[in-house]
């Protein structure tokens, strides 16, 4: 299913009465994220900042969790060359 695409749009039951068992989305979130990343420059384009954008955030430490950078942080302590940290 492409969204916004040529391809009809069919509901879950609609596909199933025509003999789909699966189907995809390949392009949907990308196209919902290229929309609030539009909304949102636009906001910082017209304000000069994010802070009464209609676009809600992800929270930053929730992103770093998702993202695996503890994983990372903890890796680069242990094995990381730190030798040009001040201390």
């Keep these: 299913m492409v969204d916004k695409g040529r391809t ?4 879950q039951k609609e596909l199933l009465d025509i003999g789909y068992k699966i189907a995809i989305f390949p392009v949907t979130a990308l196209l919902a994220s290229v929309q609030a990343v539009s909304e949102l420059y636009t906001t910082l384009k017209a304000q ?3 802070k ?3 676009t ?3 929270d930053f430490t ?3 969790q998702l993202m695996g950078f503890e994983d ?3 890796f680069d302590q242990k094995y990381g060359d ?3 940290i001040p201390k």
Excluded: C, H, I, R
């Excluded at 009809?8 to 509901?11: D, E, G, H, Y």
């Design 8 to 11: 009809p749009f069919l509901s």
């Design 48 to 50: 000069g900042s994010s």
């Design 52 to 54: 009464n954008a209609k």
């Design 56 to 58: 809600p955030l992800y």
């Design 62 to 64: 929730e992103l770093t």
């Design 72 to 74: 990372v942080w903890s």
């Design 82 to 84: 730190n030798s040009d």
